[in-house]
């Protein structure tokens, strides 16, 4: 159980990679990591995180240059404590508007926006 518990810690202390610094809110920039997961959602091109509630891509998305439109297709789960749920991500990002990202997981097709920090 400990290393568990030091495991768990870990990810939620592990700092985002700076080039894929994605949050749903851009207030939420520049916060600690662990205010960022009280508040909102972090993505840093592999892993969703928030408090008690944890995403994982199958790999990594490539950092967007938003020199053309993009789409993304990656296998993946979301997991809460207790439960666990296999998804489809389909990410995309548009020329038209370099910073954001667009993260589709259930099939309402009504995506979750998130924003660059330092963009």
């Known amino acids: 159980m400990r290393g568990a518990v030091a495991l768990a810690l870990c990810v939620v202390a592990t700092p985002l990679r700076a080039e894929m610094d994605f949050v749903t809110d851009r207030a939420l920039c520049g916060l600690e990591m662990i205010e960022r997961h009280e508040k909102g959602m972090s993505f840093d091109g592999k892993w969703f995180s928030e408090i008690e509630y944890y ?8 950092r967007p240059d938003w020199t053309s439109d993009e789409t993304h297709i990656r296998p ?9 749920f296999p998804k489809v991500f389909v990410l995309r990002t548009f020329q038209s508007e370099p910073g954001v990202l667009y993260v589709y997981e259930d099939e309402t097709g009504a995506p979750q926006t998130y924003f660059l920090c330092g963009a």
Not at 55 to 60: D, R, V
Not at 76 to 84: H, K, T, V
């Open 55 to 62: 995403c994982e891509l199958s790999e990594p998305i490539p």
């Open 76 to 84: 993946g789960y979301c997991e809460e404590p207790g439960a666990l």
